[in-house]
Structures are given as C-alpha cells and as structure tokens.
C-alpha cells in the first residue's frame, strides 16, 4: 500500500501511469485495426487450390 499523506499524491501518480497504459493501449488497436482494414490477396503458398496465381492471370 502506498502511505501518502494526500490522496492526491496517490492519484497524480497512477494518473500518469494509466495515461501511458491508455496511449499503448490505443496505439495497439490502431495497429490491429489497420492491419485487419488492409484489404490482401493471398500468396500461392497461402492458397488451398495450389493453384497460386495461375487463376489470377488467366492461365
């Protein structure tokens, strides 16, 4: 337990500490959701027909 002798002590201090967990926090999701936006075309090892691109160029 921390015994500061005001609360506000206490609280300006894991004030700070919550504002850097809040700007991480939302700097992950911006990563996550940018990469779940990014529309992508599968690679011929990641297709299931083994096909890979063949289909895509009229082959």
């Known amino acids: ?3 500061h002798t005001r609360i506000a002590t ?3 201090i894991y004030i700070d500490v919550l504002e850097d967990v809040r700007r991480r926090t939302a700097a992950s999701m911006d ?3 940018g990469r779940l936006a990014l529309p992508t075309r599968p690679d011929a090892t990641e297709r299931d027909d083994g ?3 063949s289909e895509m160029s009229g082959s």
Do not use: N, S
């Open 10 to 12: 206490t609280a300006d």
């Open 1 to 3: 337990m921390l015994r």
């Open 51 to 53: 096909e890979g691109d």
């Open 31 to 33: 990563t996550i959701l």
